[in-house]
């Protein structure tokens, strides 16, 4: 593998530019040129000896925001943002360790190489080190500390650019003929409502309190963290023509020829998003330094949800921005500091906020200054946010939760007995195989009528499979489901409400001459498998051979 990445040697420099343009744009989008939470000291793992600092995660999780287009925290904890970001970060230490141990490394020249080769520091197709030292200041980084990340994306692409393994004509048979068998499949849905229409649940008093005796712990107060903040609009910052035109010129290539002339809103806006964050720093500071760690509760606003959030006023962004302007420490009084309790259950504010507030409270034997809290971008408007303290919860007595633990009891044996019975018609089809004529015949299925369907199958998609009380996303989830799983017959929990039994009546393989007909685009994929495992296999033996700890609160 050495000799291969020696032989590429060029191919590797030109991934890796690819790599450092994601790693330069996420530097810059972190805080808008600022590099603010780069600072941070905070450790959120540890891969064997070496430590997940937080700046490398928000670079990632920055980064992955912009990549898919996401514009607020909530957003991109339902995409799973968060914990992709956090699995990347982990990955790149595997890859370091894994470097160590088969004995690749970086040179100078390599990162020379490499740093050369970036067009976003050349100007007329060659290097330029003014624009290099530019970049370096608009983004608060030293030079070392740059190149030093660097070499690591240099590292990365080393060690994950395994040459490509083509299969043999064995593996190629064995990979098409699985990913295109065709079942022929009975279906059954099961409903809750009809299954449990004719039957009795015990929910007398003392049932009750016997299940509230049992779970006792899921019944609290939520946690109360308070906070204080500083919060910014960016739709108040004013344009300031100057700056303008300079962060269109760090950005042209982003917005139209004309975007400047024109006043392009989409310029204009993601100009005022980066004021703002520039201004959120020096709140920052401001917080650091004139926070009452004791605020009185009367003065605490209670955040229900996004709009709850206090903003500054017009007054108070530009005092900001003078205090940016002349680089003079602001007095105290001269901008408000928002004081504010908020549930850490609270489903309607920046799930990133409480992500964060956990992390602190995790950490309060550090310090918890804002500069060890990143920002929260949320839909026009910036949050500073400052861990002061956590509430913890209260357990309810059962007198505040009779109705609930009642309800929470009704569901629950609602969904046992549904689940045994939907057992129970299951094992009377396996025991009876005629049952299987009240069930609805789909036909012969393969992969391609299920959520995995993919453009290079040999058999294709029907598009015709229908069932009366399911949605198509819901059969086409159910039928992968069925090919996921290693039993002839079996039960798919769509919802509380709905399950569906099957049957697989028999099977059929693809046909030699089906194979052989397989299209270039299938061989190659079949190729980025194997090199995807090859891949896969290195991870394998870092996990197996280095410990990960996950400092994050799960609670």
């Known amino acids: ?34 590099g603010f939470s780069a600072g941070s000291s905070d450790t959120i793992a540890k891969v064997g000896n070496l430590n997940v600092d937080r700046s490398e ?5 920055n ?65 330029d080190k003014n624009q290099y030292f530019d970049f370096l200041s608009r983004s608060g980084q030293k030079a070392e500390f740059f ?10 692409e080393k060690i994950q650019n395994l040459p490509l393994f083509s299969p043999s004509t064995l593996e190629l048979n064995t990979f098409l003929s699985a990913n295109n068998i065709s079942d022929d499949i009975y279906i059954k849905i099961l409903k809750r409502s009809e299954l449990l229409k004719n039957e009795n649940f015990d929910i007398s008093d003392s049932s009750i309190e016997d299940f509230w005796n049992q779970n006792r712990g899921n019944y609290y107060k939520p946690s109360i963290y308070k906070i ?30 004309n975007a400047f002339d024109e006043n392009d809103e989409s310029l204009l806006n993601d100009y005022k998003i980066e004021q703002a964050k520039i201004y959120a720093q020096f709140a920052s500071t401001f917080i650091d330094n004139y926070l009452d760690s004791n605020p009185n509760s009367q003065d605490m606003d209670k955040i229900v949800d996004n709009n709850s959030f206090s903003v500054l006023n017009l007054e108070s962004i530009n005092k900001l921005r003078e205090s940016f302007i002349s680089g003079a420490q602001m007095e105290k009084g001269m901008i408000p500091i928002r004081y504010a309790e908020l549930a850490e259950d609270n489903k309607n504010v920046y799930i990133q906020l409480l992500n964060n507030l956990a992390m602190s409270n995790t950490n309060k034997h550090k310090t918890s200054k804002t500069s060890n809290m990143d920002i929260i971008e949320g839909d026009n408007i910036i949050i500073v946010p400052h861990f002061i303290t956590k509430v913890g919860r209260i357990p309810l007595e059962f007198s505040e ?38 069930m609805q015949h789909l036909g012969f299925v393969s992969l391609a009528d299920s959520t995995q369907q ?59 001459d089906e194979l052989f007909n397989a299209s270039n685009n299938a061989i190659d994929e079949i190729t980025q498998y194997k090199t995807r495992d090859m891949r896969n296999a290195l991870f394998e033996y870092a996990t197996s051979k280095y410990r990960i700890i996950d400092y994050r609160r799960k609670d």
């Open 401 to 438: 939760v009779k109705d609930r633990v009642k309800n929470d009891l009704l569901e629950h044996q609602m969904q046992t007995k549904f689940n045994d019975i939907a057992q129970l018609k299951l094992n009377e089809i396996i025991q009876n195989n005629s049952n299987i004529s009240s």
């Open 147 to 156: 190149e030093k990340l660097l070499g690591k994306e240099i590292l990365n």
């Open 1 to 34: 593998m050495l000799e291969w990445m020696q032989k590429h040697r060029k191919y590797l420099i030109a991934t890796v530019w690819i790599s450092a343009l994601a790693l330069i744009f996420a530097m810059l989008v972190e805080w808008g040129g600022g």
């Open 454 to 512: 993919n453009q290079n199958s040999i058999i294709p998609a029907r598009n015709n499979i229908k069932v009366h009380s399911l949605k198509d996303f819901e059969l086409k989830n159910a039928i992968a489901q069925i090919f996921r799983n290693n039993n002839k017959q079996g039960l798919i929990f769509l919802n509380d409400e709905k399950t569906l039994l099957y049957v697989i009546n028999q099977q059929n393989m693809p046909k030699l």
């Open 228 to 257: 204080a903040y500083v919060a910014i609009k960016p739709s108040m910052i004013d344009i300031d023509t100057k700056n303008l035109r300079q962060f269109f010129e760090d950005n042209k290539t982003k917005y139209a020829d």
């Open 63 to 127: 980064y992955l925001k912009n990549l898919y287009q996401i514009s607020d925290d909530s957003e991109a904890q339902i995409f799973g943002i968060d914990d992709e970001a956090f699995r990347q970060t982990v990955r790149t230490k595997l890859l370091e360790l894994v470097a160590d141990d088969i004995g690749v490394t970086v040179t100078q020249d390599e990162i020379a190489d490499s740093l050369m080769s970036i067009p976003a520091f050349q100007v007329n197709n060659r290097f």
């Open 57 to 61: 995660y928000l670079r990632a999780y």
